[in-house]
């Protein structure tokens, strides 16, 4: 039989080298998750198919679970599925321990999520998502709203360093305060408007007028939308400008959260080249109902959003019976990192963790003996130390070190055993130094 | 509509003080895989169906995937399934990857299976497989079998510390050519013999003395296989009985094999109370063909092994009609952690990561500011720091502390501001000290 070996078309990869930038990248998220004080949560990859179909799933992309052997027979496996994201874990898992969680939960979790979409570039069936939320009680501080700013930055300042980037800031509040009392747009057209706003980077300004006419908003008030979206400046002058507007309740408090939001960065000592106010942004998912978030690569626009989220309101309702505000966001980490190495905006890294071979020289018991010594000495001093066992001539063994981009060799011949000094050698420079047993951990961690 | 929140039967999920746990012993794993130079994989959850059962899936309990809105129509995603281990999957990549990889390939991995097993307690039908292998190319070198006993002693030690454990090393030659050529069993019943004995922990001597005989094998052969797997000792003392047995050349192969593996450990210095030979341990599945590998906490044998594995001849051939040989161990951390739990082997830790509070006294404003300033410098400091940000009584406050076992909280009001000084609180003795601005890092970290 011959077997089909490639991926499932759809299904991401990773090179070994692109691998080693992501393991390096999930240490980052998760130690910048940790120190912001969030828990994490690692729910199963399947829930139940009406669970995710009640909280907006997609019956075209979600994919269900059927044991191949009896499909139709098989009662007790029937009605799963995979999720499609980790919003509905959250929420199944909120309402499932509402009563021994301490609120405000703070929740991290790092895992794949799944969408059956048609196949294309840039678009993965299974893909990684890394999301934090803070869920309330009744009532949720908009220092939460702040804080979580402070984390989109600290994460991209990690993971990219020396990468421009940008969060962009918004209140949904503004924009639907504005669409009801200044535009007079209707409450079952707010949801076409927003969706039409949403898409302005997408399909550019003109369309936006040609979309929005079409829904019988008049041409003035068209252009006074596209003042406030137009707004620039520093987060003061625009929030000043926002002050002046007439409008009512809505907007007036979407105003006031965004400002507050603003303050507390201030006051958190953040950078202002870090974040912006855009009033552009309206975020494409319904649920959120304050504070948007989207964060950009100033240096890569064509990457679009790679960290994006809000405040919602009503977290779960629809299985707790009860409202919880949560405020939130998420990085898709498989698509970014792919972007990440298509645009070369970060060089991949070395496949093996391996910071030293250590080879021998002669095929003697006594060499042998010391090989295995001193790599386990190397890897108690935590040194990442790998032994190379195979009966190979030398040229071989340093191939191996150099293909794999080890940066040193450790030599172990008879030469060096009698004379207790060991040779190290540079794989980048060639460069040979020779080091006594006992100085071996201190030469490498120095 | 009314929801089932309850968790999908048979699938795992751990409380955060369990999770917490579950992040640390991840976290140990990774760090133990990568000192001994293992490189990260991460294919997809998600393979070809008749990938899988070609290579020794079993159709009852793979998982295929369907998506919901109209499976019959469904061409594009028909034919994938999720993964029931880890080793198809590494087989499909090295076939893919044969011309790029550098060998000896070691491979990590650490991640969901799926296997549609009956629910039962014990079985989970989504679990975390951590494995290894090391994947030579024509040959590979004992060294990396005797490799792997050292990251199975070094992991353990990490992971259970304080907990006995002991990993328990055969040779399947051994147990083979002993059937074949002192035994007289036959090529066919070979298999049936080697599951018997597999099964002599769980069945009892008795039970396992019955079978052979089912199999027309007499009473003073199982006496001379009893014999054979009761050989107890030391390492040497084992190796040295068994040079005495006459027996063919396979069984030969099989104790030079183990011997050499032995003698290794030895020269790597590996403590002689981590591991020991026991010729009881066949493994059940097929594949492997020399040494074998068990792991049990010595202290909670009703645990079984916790880490196995072994050496075999043929890793991919159907994937890539060459020989592979390998060798490699697994851990089913989801079961093993279950039972760590069950047991009370390991403690539950803190579901919080953060390793202070930081809480407002008064709601003005440069007391809120102070706030978030101290709280983003314990932050850069690499403290784990959580500001506290709703409107409560600070009874209300130290009571979130005190749930999530956060162990210090620091008050600031208008005292402390004026100050300059704020009042560090341990949780868990009630003291308290007053600690200086600049000083506030240094407190925590030493």
Not at 150 to 174: A, D, M, S, T, Y
Not at 204 to 224: C, F, P, T, W
Not at 379 to 396: H, L, Q, V
């Amino acid at each position: 039989m011959k077997f089909n070996i490639s991926n499932p078309s759809g299904f991401p990869e990773f090179s070994p080298r692109q691998e080693a930038v992501r393991q390096q990248w999930l240490e980052q998220i998760r130690q910048v998750f940790r120190q912001n004080g969030f828990i994490f949560i690692d729910t199963p990859l399947v829930e139940r198919e009406e669970n995710l179909l009640g909280k907006g799933g997609n019956p075209k992309e979600i994919y269900a679970l059927k044991r191949i052997h009896d499909e139709a027979a098989d009662t007790s496996h029937s009605g799963n599925a995979l999720r499609f994201d980790q919003t509905v874990p959250l929420a199944l898992y909120v309402a499932r321990h509402r009563n021994e969680l301490v609120f405000p939960f703070r929740r991290a979790v790092i895992g794949p999520v799944f969408r059956g979409e048609r196949a294309q570039k840039g678009r993965f069936r299974q893909f990684d998502q890394c999301d934090i939320d803070v869920i309330g009680s009744g009532s949720l501080s908009l220092g939460n709203d702040a804080q979580v700013v402070g984390i989109i930055i600290e994460l991209f300042q990690r993971l990219l360093p020396g990468v421009g980037f940008q969060v962009q800031l918004n209140n949904r509040k503004i924009l639907l305060g504005f669409f009801q009392d200044v535009l007079g747009v209707t409450d079952d057209q707010i949801k076409p408007v927003l969706d039409i706003v949403d898409d302005l980077e997408k399909i550019g300004r003109d369309a936006v007028i040609d979309k929005l006419k079409a829904l019988e908003i008049d041409s003035e008030k068209i252009e006074q939308l596209f003042a406030l979206m137009n707004l620039g400046g520093t987060p003061s002058e625009i929030l000043e400008a926002l002050e002046k507007i007439e409008a009512g309740e809505l907007f007036v408090e979407g105003v006031s959260e965004l400002s507050e939001v603003v303050q507390m960065l201030q006051n958190m000592g953040v950078d202002e080249g870090y974040y912006k106010i855009d009033l552009r942004i309206a975020r494409g998912l319904d649920y959120y109902t304050g504070t948007v978030y989207e964060t950009k690569l100033t240096d890569y626009p064509q990457v679009g959003s790679v960290c994006s989220g809000g405040r919602y309101e009503d977290l779960a309702a629809i299985f707790t019976g009860q409202k919880l505000p949560g405020v939130g966001i998420s990085i898709g980490l498989t698509r970014l990192l792919s972007q990440v190495f298509e645009h070369g905006i970060l060089a991949e890294q070395p496949a093996s963790p391996s910071q030293v071979l250590v080879v021998t020289m002669d095929e003697v018991e006594p060499v042998q003996k010391k090989a295995l010594e001193l790599g386990a000495q190397l890897r108690s001093g935590r040194i990442a130390a790998e032994n190379y066992f195979e009966s190979k001539k030398p040229a071989k063994k340093f191939e191996y070190a150099q293909k794999l981009e080890i940066p040193y060799v450790l030599v172990i011949g008879e030469n060096e055993l009698a004379a207790g000094e060991y040779q190290i050698k540079s794989m980048a420079t060639g460069e040979k130094v020779m080091v006594a047993e006992d100085k071996l951990v201190d030469w490498f961690l120095f």
